[in-house]
């Protein structure tokens, strides 16, 4: 039987469609890919969004194709991407995100949320996608199109659900002082907001709601974020924290000024969240840190392909409450089954509150290891990619989950092609800095 993929070209990638507006993007392209969402969820459906520039044609071009086939619309506003999926889950109801998440600002996209909260399963995006190049769209009569409603409960829905799961106590009780960047994007009133109701005192950047991103890069990564550092470094904060577009993601600055790298913050939570016999998952890109926390304490690392909808499905899948990304996307199953930025945010207060410490110490009792990531242009075919490393790192272990990872001991490189964008994405994996660097290197000289 013929694969959907072998009858057509893919629409969804890694994490929903991503695309340029009036490019690939366009008007026509995006009511038609409503209506096959309409067409395949047959019911009432949330919608929110980010706040790119392009968000109101991309959104009204999607919502006009759901409601031409009698689905109702709920739009709840401009979100975090968590906060959608949490009034999902608690509505039962699937929903669509209008987010590009990380990209740059030129680009939007539309990710599709089951009505448990979930990303998408890839087997149900194959089903738009067949409605979607079939074109057998359910097209309603006059009388039977589909309205659109508003509600504005999400947003302290989302907040409520998160401190529920934390001790609130403790946190306000340790009045935290904390630098927040979020970029920007969607969690410009979330994230403050939050940790002003857990009794922090708040000094923000960038928390204007800007679809350029005229402030930073909406990745949050170290090159990205040295107005926060810099804050963070001029003293009396606990701790910097910084959001991607969507805020699905989290990284944090210590109190001298240090960036964390989102690997350690996933350590950090599984080593203080993990009880005996339970299961972490996590993709083949994360380090080597998660094995040496779970194996002494009687838990297990499950490892996936790279991807938030991968690594949560496998999770419901092995009942496994802990998981997440080395990217700063944390997984808590106990609120769901999605990253979370702001649960990320409430469960590193909590650890901290609970243990009465800096962040820096906690972080340094962790297992070392270092990744250094890079993005090559994917000029060449994966294929000749793959060779080239096989030919150039001979009698290293070799796995093809996801792309192609070499090991050798600690050691390890991973080269993966992007489910977002046009480039080969470059893990190199060490017990040393200097080491991950190396590798690096010599990786970028072999593909050159």
Not at 93 to 100: E, F, L, Y
Not at 334 to 353: E, K
Request: net charge neutral; glycine share 10%; with cysteine.
């Amino acid at each position: 039987m013929m694969t959907s993929n072998q009858k057509h070209k893919r629409l969804f990638g890694t994490n929903g469609i991503r695309g340029i507006p009036n490019d690939d993007l366009n008007v026509d392209f995006c009511m038609t890919v409503g209506k096959a969402i309409g067409t395949f969820f047959n019911g009432k459906i949330v919608l929110g969004s980010d706040n790119r520039l392009s968000k109101d044609m991309t959104l009204d071009a999607v919502n006009s194709g759901i409601l031409s086939t009698g689905s109702e619309t709920v739009y709840i506003g401009v979100l975090p991407t968590p906060a959608i999926q949490y009034y999902c889950k608690k509505h039962n109801m699937p929903g669509v995100m209008i987010t590009a998440s990380h990209n740059p600002p030129q680009f939007n996209g539309i990710k599709c949320i089951d009505s448990d909260g979930t990303e998408l399963e890839r087997s149900r995006e194959e089903k738009i996608e067949d409605i979607y190049y079939s074109r057998n769209f359910k097209i309603s009569s006059w009388e039977k199109i589909g309205r659109s409603f508003s509600d504005n409960s999400a947003f302290e829905l989302y907040l409520n659900g998160v401190m529920d799961k934390i001790n609130r106590e403790k946190i306000r009780n340790r009045k935290f002082r904390v630098a927040v960047d979020t970029g920007n994007g969607a969690a410009y009133l979330t994230t403050p907001e939050l940790l002003s109701r857990l009794g922090a005192t708040v000094v923000s950047l960038n928390a204007n709601p800007d679809g350029l991103f005229t402030s930073r890069e909406s990745e949050p990564k170290p090159a990205n974020l040295k107005y926060l550092i810099d804050l963070v470094k001029s003293g009396g904060f606990d701790f910097g924290i910084a959001h991607d577009g969507d805020a699905d993601r989290a990284v944090f600055i210590d109190e001298k000024g240090d960036f964390i790298d989102g690997d350690r913050t996933l350590a950090l939570f599984v080593k203080y969240y993990i009880k005996k016999g339970e299961k972490v998952v996590t993709p083949v890109s994360s380090s080597d840190s998660l094995e040496e926390i779970c194996e002494p304490r009687g838990a297990r690392v499950i490892r996936t392909r790279v991807g938030a909808p991968v690594v949560s499905r496998t999770m419901i899948e092995e009942k496994a409450r802990l998981g997440g990304e080395e990217n700063g996307g944390i997984i808590f199953g106990d609120h769901q089954y999605c990253r979370d930025g702001a649960m990320t945010l409430g469960i590193i207060m909590d650890i901290m509150a609970g243990e009465k410490r800096t962040l820096s110490s906690l972080i340094e009792e962790l297992p070392e290891f270092y990744i250094t990531r890079k993005t090559i242009p994917a000029s060449s075919g994966f294929e000749e990619i793959a060779k080239a490393l096989k030919d150039g790192f001979k009698g290293w272990e070799i796995s093809t989950m996801d792309g192609i990872k070499l090991r050798k001991g600690h050691d390890w490189i991973l080269a993966r092609p992007s489910g977002t964008e046009p480039i080969i994405r470059l893990f190199t994996h060490s017990t040393s800095l200097k080491r991950s660097e190396e590798m690096s290197e010599q990786v970028q000289k072999i593909l050159k």
